[in-house]
């Protein structure tokens, strides 16, 4: 008995039994680019296939030079490309898995000067205008796809999945909005969809009959001039006829501007999407966006919107989710919280992926979890998520940990955090760490202020992760009645009046800006709200599914200010940052820069911006400043020559991030 049977029933394709209905999405990660790296990337699939996943997909690889994400990126079209792959392939073999290769050709997405496409217009998200291709042009790289096709096969996968979504070549095909041809290859839709088709038919023709063919198809553009919903019902029977295995679903082209995957998509947001194709196909069909917890996708299959789940993050925030739902074990999943941090971030800087709660993702070579060669003490100061990870990390590898808490919960800033809308995953972390204390028994002291006399004795080293405490903004009248810390808005649910004036304009005064514009919604109407707000035709009666936007009205007026020069929110994270700036203006939040502080008083907040002194006349300030360290226990510590390290916040303040916190954290605790 379990309780996820549909999640945990084999699928049957014909040629080949998937041995559950869990698919780890394709996710680029930066290590298919280098041959020099196919190790690491073998080790780290290997490591979900003993996980249990029924199905991998690698992260995109270019049929050409064309199609490269970005210039010398993994490109499968060579015989002597193909070795790098074994490793990959006999890996996961070895573990019981299956792994098709993604073939990705990026079109104008691509990020150099070879870049091509249906047509000569170039991308808001490419500096590079891509070269119109020809007809012959067109039929060489449908050959391409189905070389690569025939090279995966050879290097041992057991399929591929054809790219046909997020706005990439074929999709650009597709879309009027990109294909202005009046060819064979353009004009009517049996000519838009004729190069998806004939790269689907090719590539059967080539690998045979038993290869599983995905065919990732975009469900919903997200863009103007996307698809209408009948176009895409045809083109799935067209790519149905011509030999796919498996239909995946894709939501929203890269340059979208309707979030698809941040924390704040509602769970499952896009499943009716895949449902409403169902009943049109026959094939198989995947579903996928904002699915992480069993449960979650259990009730995606169990109404029959899918065959399939694809899951990608997940599965870097950890590697044995499947075999843990399988054993009932769902609290000890390390739930992928949505933050992009450490994975997306990292990839859009040309740097590895990973992930913030799971630091090991993509490092599996280089920070093994080994025993420890002698059992020590160890005394953690400090439960935010350095002193989580610390004291876990520790208490698995055979040490005797003892953490200390001030207050009376686990999670520092996570409880910020989690109360922030959006970002409500972060009580998942929560709630995993608190199954690793258990399982790894780790002694919990909660209430427990941590004081040096009783550090000198009994542990063999401290480690300091005491985090880090608001920083005053020094202005004149900061101890004005109305003026409030963050910590009182976020984690005391202090009261506002309706007019709000935030101090420091970095990630958390972003989160506060957030917390307090909101309306308070309803959360049986939360996927129809989001839909609304963010203009997501779910009728699907217009091309690209987008209709007029209709954001709630802000709760209060609030100004978010900094003193820096320009638009507050550039230095927020890459792929989350547009959806946090798109919010604030939809509730009409005054977003200002270069704003010099005077003096708080009971008129409100006295500035000069643009050499002009003003007055807000606000009800409250919220000092969002910035932080300092809080270290005066390691002083203390290190004065009486106790061994002591300093990890996260207690380390360094400055750009501080749960990211940081818990590789450092995992870090130390592997050397120890
Ligand atoms: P932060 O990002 O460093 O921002 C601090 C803000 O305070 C800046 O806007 C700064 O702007 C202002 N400031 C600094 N000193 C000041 C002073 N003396 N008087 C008035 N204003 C001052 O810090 P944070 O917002 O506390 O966030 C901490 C960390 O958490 C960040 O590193 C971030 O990575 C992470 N975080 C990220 C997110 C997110 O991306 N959504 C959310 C939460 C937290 P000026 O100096 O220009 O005035
Ligand atoms: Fe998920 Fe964040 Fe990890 Fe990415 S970095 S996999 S979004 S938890």
Redo the contacts with the bound molecule.
Sequence with gaps: MTSYPHLLEPLNLGFVTLRNRVLMGSMHTGLEDRARDYRKLAAYFAERARGGVGLIVTGGIAPNIEGWVKPFSGRLSMPWHVPRHRHVTSAVHAEGGRICMQILHTGRYAYHPLAVAPSRIRSPISPFAPRRLTDAGIRRTIGDFARCADLARNAGYDGVEIMGSEGYLINQFLATRTNHRSDRWGGSLENRMRFAVEIVRQTRARTGPDFIIIYRLSMLDLVEGGQRWDEIIQLAKAVQEAGATLINTGIGWHEARVPTIVGSVPRAAFTWVTRRLKSEIALPLVTTNRINMPEVAEAVLERGDADMVSMARPFLADPAWVRKAASGHTAAINTCIACNQACLDHVFENRRASCLVNPRACYETELPRMPASSRKRYAVVGAGPAGLACATELAERGHQVTLMERSGEIGGQFNLAKRVPGKEEFNEALRYFSERLRETGVTLRLNHEARADELVKGFDAVIIATGVRP?R??ISGEDHPCVLGYQDVLGRNAPLGRKVAI?????????VAEFISQSPTSLEAELARWAREWGVDTMLTTPGALRQPCPEPAAREIWLL???PGAPGK???KT??WV?RATLRARDVHMWGGVT?SAIDDAGLHLRRNGEALVLPVDNVVI????ESEYSLAEQLTARGIPTHRIGGSAVAA???AERAIREATELASQL
């Design positions: 920083r903004a020094g101090i420091g304009a970095g990630g958390i005064g972003f989160d900094q003193r820096s230095r927020l994270h989350t940052g946090h502080y969002c400043a910035g932080q750009e501080l991030d």
